[in-house]
C-alpha cells in the first residue's frame, strides 16, 4: 500500500511539474479561461444585460458558466496529453514496475483534479475581479463546494476520454458536445430567451438547475431543489465516468499484456 501510494504521488507531481515547465500547457490552465470569460464580458455584456432586463449584467451567472467551461476545456487537453504518453511506451515500461499502473492512472486523475480546480479558481476570482457577486456565506460554500466537485467529476471524464482512444485527435469531437451543453443553459441568458424546441433541454440541464440555485441563494430567496438536482446530476456523471474509465483502463491493460 506504501508503495502504491508512494508511486502515486509521484506519478502527480511527476505530471504537475511537467505542466507548470510547459508554457502552453500553463497558459491552457489559467490564460485562456480566463481570456474566454473576458471576452463573454467585453463582447456579450450588454447582450446579456438586456436578455437580464438589467442595465448592467449579473455575471455571477456567466461566471460560474466560464468556470465549467474552464475545467472541460481543459479536460480534452489533459485527456490528450495522457493519450501520448500512452503511445509512446511509458505507460508499458510502467506496467513492469513494482508499483504498476493503477498508482499511475490514479495519479494522473489526481493531477486532473488539481489542474481543473485551479483553472475554475482562477476564473472565479478573474469573474468576482470584473463584477461577479456572490451574496452571502452559504452561497460562497455553495459556489466553493461545486468546484471542487465538477473538478473531481471532470476529472473522471478526464480519465475515462484518456484511456478510450490511441488518437488524441479523436477527442476533439468531445468539445463541441461539451459546449453545447455549457451554452444551451441558463448561465448566459434566460430558459426563455431559447428558442421554444431547445427550452425544455435547457430547463433540465444541470447547469440551468446549479446556476439558478446559486442565483436564488444569493438573492437571499429559497433555491428550492435546484441545487440537489445539481448534486444529483454531478454525482450520477460521476458514477459514469468511473465505470467508463475502469472498463477502458481494463481493457487498455489488457492490449498491454
Known sequence: ?????T???LHTRRRILR???DRASMSATLLTPVVMFLIMRILFGDLIAASQGRTSPDLAAVC?????GAQWMNSTYCASETVRERTSGFTARIAVSPGGTVPLVCGETLYYAIRFLSAALATLIVGVAAGARFHGAATITV???AIVISS???ALMATWMAYSTTNPESLMMVTPLLMTLLFLSAG???TDSFVEPVQ???RHNPITHLVEGVTALSADSDPGNHLLIALAWAVGAGVIFLIGASRTYSRAQTQLS
Open 152 to 154: 473531481l467529476v471532470s
Open 188 to 190: 448566459v441568458v434566460g
Open 1 to 5: 500500500m506504501s508503495l502504491k501510494l
Open 7 to 9: 508511486s502515486l504521488m
Open 19 to 21: 505542466t507548470i515547465r
Open 143 to 145: 459556489v466553493l463546494l
Open 64 to 68: 460560474l458558466l466560464m468556470v465549467l
Open 200 to 202: 425544455p433541454f435547457v
